[in-house]
T-cell receptor, first 114, second 109 residues
Framework: DTEVTQTPKHLVMGMTNKKSLKCEQHMGHRAMYWYKQKAKKPPELMFVYSYEKLSINESVPSRFSPECPNSSLLNLHLHALQPEDSALYLC?????????????FGPGTRLTVL | QKEVEQNSGPLSVPEGAIASLNCTYSDRVSQSFFWYRQYSGKSPELIMSIYSNGDKEDGRFTAQLNKASQYVSLLIRDSQPSDSATYLCVEEGGGKLIFGQGTELSVKP
């Protein structure tokens, strides 16, 4: 089973709302990732969790707040977003985060900020 | 700054032909390379990974790596309309994936 699940599939929110994106994997992977992808562009890395600790933060604005409650779950809390934050948010996981690891992507959450 | 360069296309090939996708990378010490396929509106899915110089074949797909020249390629034999997608060339760099801009492939029936 190489499945990463993400909920919700679609999310529309206002600039004053607080919402959360959820990602789950049951492959026993110890590294999990959040990416943001705009149309016609490659994914941009936001955060990396390795063994439940934040290991990479690509200088993402504080209105995005990641959380890793356990090794299977990764959340992205959203607050006071801007319309330019509208994008496809992808979660991925890999075995350990090592350089030969394959990253498996979830289906993504399509976020629209009004 | 590590970079992966790809021709954005679109690359158009007739059904049954060989599609050739190429990319170059700037970091000489990189060891791991991946090709992901992404259909419009969907998430990337892994097609091939390659770590050593030479060719690696999997069904209709062949990945080629030349570390001396710093290029990676993907050949798709007997191209099908279902292969129409954006192909992302990806390099592993320090625990992160470095993505190329992607090449849009269109296979015409």
């Amino acid at each position: 089973d190489t499945e990463v699940t993400q909920t919700p599939k679609h999310l529309v929110m206002g600039m004053t709302n607080k919402k959360s994106l959820k990602c789950e994997q049951h492959m026993g992977h110890r590294a999990m990732y959040w990416y943001k992808q705009k149309a016609k562009k490659p994914p941009e890395l936001m955060f990396v969790y390795s063994y439940e600790k934040l290991s990479i933060n690509e200088s993402v604005p504080s209105r995005f707040s990641p959380e890793c409650p356990n090794s299977s779950l990764l959340n992205l809390h959203l607050h006071a977003l801007q319309p330019e934050d509208s994008a496809l948010y992808l979660c991925a996981s890999s075995e350990t985060g090592g350089f030969t690891d394959t990253q498996y992507f979830g289906p993504g959450t399509r976020l629209t900020v009004l | 700054q590590k970079e992966v360069e790809q021709n954005s296309g679109p690359l158009s090939v007739p059904e049954g032909a060989i599609a050739s996708l190429n990319c170059t990378y700037s970091d000489r010490v990189s060891q791991s390379f991946f090709w992901y396929r992404q259909y419009s509106g969907k998430s990337p899915e892994l097609i091939m990974s390659i770590y050593s110089n030479g060719d690696k074949e999997d069904g209709r797909f062949t990945a080629q790596l030349n570390k001396a020249s710093q290029y990676v390629s993907l050949l798709i034999r007997d191209s099908q309309p279902s292969d129409s997608a954006t192909y992302l060339c990806v390099e592993e760099g320090g625990g992160k994936l470095i993505f190329g801009q992607g090449t849009e492939l269109s296979v015409k029936p």
